[in-house]
């Protein structure tokens, strides 16, 4: 076992925390188990206020949909994503009161009852990631992994804790890598294998993701908002303290040429090159980055939006070799996952605290003009 050092302490005011959900709302908000109705509404044109890739088309697949998203109900309470898309389905998890993972379809809107499926009953998902195959959800204290089928089925158990919360999750093409409660262990756990503790954080993980041959994490002293980016490889070795950072950490994701991560507030927004280790800052104005989506050419990212009823959210992209981010979609409802597919985007959001974030939606951005 490797470790930078004594953890520093525990954690929880860090940047994204404050996305607090109404009390009123709680796990037992009303959902059934079937498709709530969608209008499959679209809009085209040039959206946002920064440079646009040229014609952007947004249609809501699914809506009305209850607490969307993987979130922990502990004191690092930010959003874990929650979205994956492969060929003609999209996936998604809730944490309503039929909590589960859900399937439907990505090429048409759900129109009535019948277009969503149950796939998985979950007690409460805290955390989630996918790799090329499979969706991960952290389903309290057990990582249970569900094919990108239509069926979504079998699922199995990869990893398990006992009553602890799994609350920050990640994977490559055999392991799973995890953190539990505030405790600073980095677990490792191949498929079917027995998990184990590769290294410690220098602080409370608050934050971890997969890029390439390297597992990032955040960790946190007491205050919640200052802290150290670290890495190792994802076989435990080869440990590195990367950036320090303070005003708090929002998310870190690549793939297997960057890593990208964002801090502060307002936001910003870094690109390090896996290969020589340069890290840049691409912008400064991100509003809470709750997710990263990659393809060879761009990152893309969801921002949740100002804090005071997160109702301007938006989705960004930049090019690997760039600093000119583009605006895609803006004035969306505290977007807190994105995946992405060819020329198309998806986005979940999870709706607005006046309605009990029972009207979280899944929408489609297809780009032209790419």
């Known amino acids: 076992m490797r470790g930078f050092g004594t953890v520093l302490g525990f954690s929880f005011l860090l940047a994204c925390s404050s996305l607090k959900e109404s009390s009123s709302a709680g796990d037992g908000g009303s959902e059934s188990d079937a498709a709530s109705s969608s209008s499959g509404g679209s809009s085209s044109g040039g959206l946002g206020d920064g440079g646009t890739p040229g014609n952007v088309t947004v249609e809501t697949l699914v809506t009305g949909r209850t607490q969307l998203g993987a979130r922990s109900s502990g004191t690092l309470g930010h959003y874990r994503t929650g979205l994956a898309v492969k060929g003609d389905r999209i996936f998604w998890v809730e944490r309503g009161s039929a909590p589960g993972v859900y399937g439907a379809s990505s090429v048409t809107p759900c129109k009535d009852a019948t277009c969503v499926s149950k796939l998985t009953v979950l007690t409460r998902p805290v955390a989630f990631t996918t790799n090329a195959t499979h969706l991960f ?167 949740a939006g100002d804090p005071s009823d997160y109702s301007n959210g938006r989705v960004r992209r930049v090019a690997h070799g760039s600093k000119d981010a583009e605006t895609l979609a803006t004035s969306l409802a505290l977007p807190v996952a994105i995946a992405l597919q060819g020329n198309q985007v998806f986005v979940a959001t999870a709706g607005s605290e006046a309605k009990g974030y029972a009207d979280g939606s899944i929408v489609r951005l297809t780009i032209g003009g790419n």
């Open 137 to 303: 959800v952290a389903d309290v204290g057990t990582v249970r992994r569900v094919p990108l089928t239509a069926a979504g089925t079998p699922v199995d158990t990869v990893a398990s804790e006992g009553g602890g919360e799994i609350v920050n999750l990640g994977v490559d093409t055999t392991s799973v890598f995890y953190t539990v409660g505030t405790a600073s262990a980095i677990r490792k756990a191949a498929f079917g294998g027995a998990a184990t503790t590769p290294i410690t954080s220098n602080g409370t993980p608050i934050a971890l993701g997969v890029a390439g041959t390297r597992v990032f994490w955040a960790g946190v002293d007491i205050s919640g908002q200052t802290g150290l980016l670290q890495s190792m490889n994802t076989d435990g070795t080869n440990p590195r303290g990367l950036s320090s950072f303070s005003g708090g950490f929002h998310t870190v994701a690549g793939n297997g040429t960057y890593a990208y991560y964002a801090t502060g507030r307002p936001g910003v927004l870094h690109r390090l090159a896996l290969a020589s280790g340069r890290d840049e800052i691409v912008l400064s104005d991100a509003t809470l980055v709750q997710d990263f989506a990659f393809d060879n050419d761009y990152a893309y990212w969801v921002e």
